[in-house]
């Protein structure tokens, strides 16, 4: 798997195989975020299409699925289940939140993520399609990645799933959910989840740390982006200072143990590296790993980038411990 073209100028240590994915995305031509409605954005193909893409061009066939998978309605919110076909019940369980900057992208998606941990922990794995913005403005994202949190631990053997082995995890906006749930838990006396995973969470609402401002142009998320997803999902600016947004910001004291993964050419890293600085100051164990020479939304993409490989195995290896 080569890229084609010279590195973008943005990206100049990019890793061969993430560069050669840019490459198909890029290939799209789709117009930035900020020219578009949420309606138009949605339409648009995403950065998990254009590793599809890739894949095809590369001759890799999608390796069979190993979990069953069924849509269901929890507390109101509908969500995908993923069942392991092996092993037996009752399994852990893992919440997982898309990403999509809270206005656009869906379960399908997120799918190849969610099918991994389902996969590789061996888990079920409610993967929960929440409401979004502008239609849906802040905070109802979060309620509803509350609610089917709360539905999971109150009816996990309903799920074939263990109401003491729960775990959070996200990607993007649905990292951030993630860790606003666990708070939220925390906050409303509700069992909290025995661990979580944030892969580049938005954890902060500052658009000049060191990151926004290195990542104006880089693909698939870039500063501009941001801003719209802001715009769409917030009522107000106000609302960019809420701890459930502002994460750096929150006490996040007694939450639970967290992984953090990173990418490099990413305008979120800065805040993702200073969450994980915060957890640890506020006592929470926390396993945090940058991956150089990738972009936002690699995680997903293991069939053709070896970090998502890498970063996946670092996920379930800390779930596992978790849920064992």
């Not at 590793?51 to 507390?75: F, G, V």
């Not at 305008?267 to 200073?274: A, F, H, Q, V």
């Amino acid at each position: 798997m080569k890229p084609t073209g010279a590195k973008p100028a943005w990206g100049p240590n990019i890793k061969p195989e993430m560069q050669a994915v840019i490459e198909q995305f890029m290939s799209f031509k789709n117009k930035p975020l900020p020219e578009l409605t949420a309606a138009q954005a949605r339409k648009q193909p995403s950065a998990a299409d254009a590793a599809m893409k890739q894949m095809r061009l590369s001759n890799i066939t999608p390796p069979p699925m190993n979990c069953d998978t069924a849509t269901k309605t929890l507390a109101g919110v509908k969500s995908r289940i993923y069942t392991p076909k092996g092993g037996t019940a009752p399994y852990p369980v893992i919440v997982y939140y898309h990403g999509g900057g809270w206005v656009i992208a869906t379960n399908d998606t997120y799918a190849a993520s969610a099918q991994a941990l389902c996969e590789k922990v061996g888990a079920v794995v409610v993967s929960v399609e929440y409401r979004k913005g502008p239609e849906h403005k802040f905070p109802a994202a979060h309620d509803d990645a509350f609610a089917v949190y709360q539905y999971v631990v109150k009816n996990a053997a309903s799920l074939k799933g263990d109401p003491n082995k729960v775990a959070l995890a996200g990607e993007s906006a649905g990292g951030g959910l993630a860790c606003a749930v666990s708070m939220m838990a925390r906050d409303r006396k509700v069992a909290l989840p025995k661990y979580q995973v944030l892969v580049y969470p938005i954890a902060g609402y500052d658009l000049n740390t060191p990151s926004y401002q290195k990542n104006t142009e880089t693909a698939p998320l870039n500063k501009g982006g941001m801003a719209w997803f802001f715009k769409n999902y917030l009522r107000t600016p106000a609302d960019g200072k809420d701890p459930r947004i502002n994460l750096v910001a929150a006490n996040l004291k007694g939450l639970p143990p967290t992984t953090i993964i990173a990418a490099e050419y990413d305008p979120l890293m800065s805040e993702g590296k200073t969450l994980a600085d915060k957890l640890s100051a506020a006592g929470v164990k926390v396993n945090y790993k940058l991956y150089d020479g990738t972009t936002h939304e690699f995680f997903g993409m293991a069939a053709v980038v070896p970090e998502a490989k890498d970063a996946q195995g670092v996920a379930t290896n800390d779930l596992k411990g978790a849920l064992k």
